[in-house]
């Protein structure tokens, strides 16, 4: 990360109480005594209010959350080259029909190369999953319309702009809106990706995109542990904050300034409300997967905090993928007012035993917590609406034989699920290598899009419903949160 990072420049004003690490200033010594005295403050690669005493626990997460940042910082470049090349081989395997194939075009000189930046081109999560059609059993008046079509959504958001134009364009006959990349003001270059469509039944989708195998700026973003606690709204995820838009040395003004790079939350609101001015019958909904799941239930936040309420009465769902927890309880209590108010749908779908979903840790240490219903999938595709999914910080003991023995289900599902669904949920050779790190480290492959496309497809549209809540005056239709 760059040192211009340093919050020396960072106003902090905008919020009422704040920590925030700086991994780009700590030492290893300065590491090691953080873990050995609670006056956190003085530490120089801590920024927070004078007197602050943490705990040994929140202080042990503290110590790897920089320890990680400092080590994606140092490898960033090495993973990106090796991202590249692991890609651009998959892609040429793909291109060029396989291993064998590709070296007898190698002796011929028939070798086809595919471009990065060509619609062809698939990011390492394509690979995974390369289905990109919408489901033709799907229709627009399923009650999976549109969380089948966020899912396809998120996971496009991985690949390249010409491919993400192509397939929204060719594949799904829609209205291409845009794909972007937006700056981060604290990392000091673009490392948030969104894009923008418009269905036929005038709903524009906003798909953020999750953190990419290979991207250690993103990966710092998920591991920075940093908080800001807004007033009103609460303690929010810094990291994620800062990939939305947050200013360093504003916070969050009304308005960015017209001489700043843009950033994803102010560049998407105007975006959006352009096209909705366009089109008096239009509404939006808002998508992701993983960090990107973070970032879609942020950004109708920040419009909440803005007064954006014109914009939040045509918000007409939040669809969210294996979404980590972004805030305390009073960020909780802030969202779901926000909710009710604007009665927005809210889905936040958990496959199985996907980790991510189960972090940052719900408990006296971080303090971060999940709000509304949640949409929770298990390894054979039944969707049940719950409060919490179960083992809901991922690391007991009590779930691990579980675990282990849904892992090598998993596994074995992997060979047989063509049959048993149909051809297009085969699964190929490179996600069956996770499903055998899924054996060492249960919930890692469950994270994949792959398993919450399937879920969608193949679980009952029940879950999406709105429910009827009985009141003094008959009746209510509440929406799903």
């Avoid at 062809?120 to 999953?129: A, P």
């Avoid at 036929?200 to 542990?225: K, L, M, P, Y």
């Avoid at 074995?412 to 085969?426: A, K």
């Avoid at 193949?458 to 008959?474: C, Y």
């Amino acid at each position: 990360m760059d040192s211009s990072s340093s919050s020396s420049t960072c106003n902090k004003s905008f919020c009422d109480d704040y920590l925030l690490l700086k991994p780009e200033e700590a030492s290893f010594s300065e590491l090691v005594k953080m873990l050995f005295s609670s006056d956190v403050g003085k530490r120089k690669f801590v920024d927070c209010p004078e007197g602050i005493r943490e705990p040994f626990g929140r202080r042990w997460i503290m110590f790897v959350s920089v320890l990680v940042q400092k080590f994606l910082s140092a490898t960033a470049k090495p993973m990106a080259t090796v991202g590249s090349a692991f890609e651009h081989w998959l892609n040429l395997l793909s291109e060029n029909g396989g291993f064998f194939r590709l070296i007898v075009k190698s002796i011929k000189g028939e070798v086809v190369h595919r471009d990065t930046e060509s619609a062809d081109f698939l990011s390492f999560i394509g690979n995974i999953d390369k289905r990109m059609d919408l489901d033709p059993k799907i229709s627009r008046e399923d009650g999976r319309y549109y969380a089948a079509l966020s899912i396809m959504s998120s996971k496009l958001s991985y690949e390249n702009h010409n491919h993400i134009k192509s397939t929204v364009e060719d594949n799904w006959k829609m209205d291409y809106v845009g794909s972007y990349d937006f700056w981060n003001d604290y990392q000091q270059k673009t490392t948030t990706q969104a894009f923008l469509l418009e269905d036929q039944n005038d709903v524009v989708v906003i798909a953020f995109r999750g953190t990419e195998s290979f991207d250690a700026d993103a990966w710092s973003s998920d591991f920075d542990i940093s908080w800001y606690d807004i007033p009103g709204a609460g303690k929010m995820h810094g990291g994620f904050l800062k990939a939305l838009g947050l200013h360093k040395s504003k916070g969050w003004p009304e308005e960015q300034d017209s001489g700043k790079p843009e950033t994803a939350y102010y560049s998407i609101r105007k975006l959006l409300k352009d096209r909705l001015d366009k089109n008096s019958k239009a509404k939006f909904i808002v998508t992701g997967h993983s960090l990107g799941g973070a970032l879609a239930v942020l950004f109708p936040a920040i419009l909440a905090l803005h007064g954006e309420t014109s914009l939040l009465d045509r918000c007409e769902g939040i669809y969210t993928f294996g979404q980590p927890r972004v805030g305390d309880h009073n960020f909780v209590d802030f969202m779901k007012a926000t909710i009710e108010k604007h009665r927005i749908k809210y889905y936040r779908v958990v496959y199985s035993f996907d980790l991510v979903p189960r972090l940052p840790y719900d408990d006296s240490t971080l303090m971060f917590k999940h709000f509304g219903k949640c949409i929770y999938y298990n390894s054979f595709y039944k969707g049940q609406a719950m409060e919490e999914e179960p083992d809901k910080n991922y690391f007991s003991l009590i779930w691990l034989i579980p675990k282990m023995a849904n892992a090598c289900w998993e596994l074995i599902r992997s060979f047989t699920i063509s049959y048993t669904r149909g051809p297009d949920f085969r699964e190929g050779g490179l996600l069956r290598v996770f499903r055998f790190i899924g054996l060492l480290a249960a919930g890692v492959p469950a994270h994949c899009p792959q398993d919450y496309v399937n879920a969608t497809r193949l679980g009952s549209a029940d879950v999406f419903q709105p429910l009827l809540i009985p009141t003094s005056n008959g009746n209510k239709i509440v929406k799903t949160q």
